[in-house]
Structures are given as C-alpha cells and as structure tokens.
C-alpha cells in the first residue's frame, strides 16, 4: 500500500511538474483576457512567435474596425499570435479608462498595441507597434 501510494505521489508530481513546464502555444483564435482585471500579459507570450497584445474595448469604435484584421492576422500567420486585452469590466458602459488593467498598463487611448518578438522582448508598442501591426495587414 506504501508503494502504490508513493508512486501515485510520484506520478502526481511529474503531471504537475509537466503541465507547468509546457509552454503556451498559439490558440485557434484570439484569446480575450483580462475584462477590466489586472493581468500580467507576459503570461500569454508564445515562444517563438511574434505576440501582438492589442488593448481594447466593445465601445471604441476604431478597435472594432481593426478587429476583423488582427482575426486575419492571428489566422493567416503562423508566426504571429493576437491576444485582444479587453479593458472594461463587465458592468461598465462605454470605455472603462479606470478599470485595474487600464491602470495598469496607463491607458491613454485605445486601440493600443505591444509587439513582443519571438524572444519575449518588447518590440514596440504604440504608434510604433501599430504602424508595424497595420504593415502586416496588406
């Protein structure tokens, strides 16, 4: 009995240990996180593939113009993952500019982009990063 359960406690730990080793990989489509929370987004870097964070919200009407494109975008390139960072809480109508993760990363205006390479390092973000993002759209 001893043995059987220090091997279930051996397996346990290397399931663990495996699934906190994997590292993420690119979802079908853009993932949507955040909904006014905080949120670390370098938790959502794929290695090995270009991450375009794009801060968002339902009531900015130029980032629901641009979304059909960064859909494409994450859709037609391998190499390119989009991760939409939705700015306001579920209850809050209109664009929530004090919602924790507008704080947190200083929202200003929006749509706002972060590029990170392959490498998990901070390509450009910005006016940069959105004339980089817009490049690829052709």
Known sequence: MKRLLL???????VVILTAAASPRVKPAAPERIAHGAEVNILDYLVP?????FDFT???CPPCRGISPHLDKLHASRSDIVVVKVDLNRPDVKGIDWASPVARQYGMKSIPHFKVYGPDGK???EGKEARQLVTSWFR
């Open 7 to 13: 091997s279930l406690a051996a397996l346990a730990a």
């Open 48 to 52: 090995g593939k270009t991450t375009v």
């Open 122 to 124: 901070l390509v450009a």
């Open 57 to 59: 919200s339902e009531y």
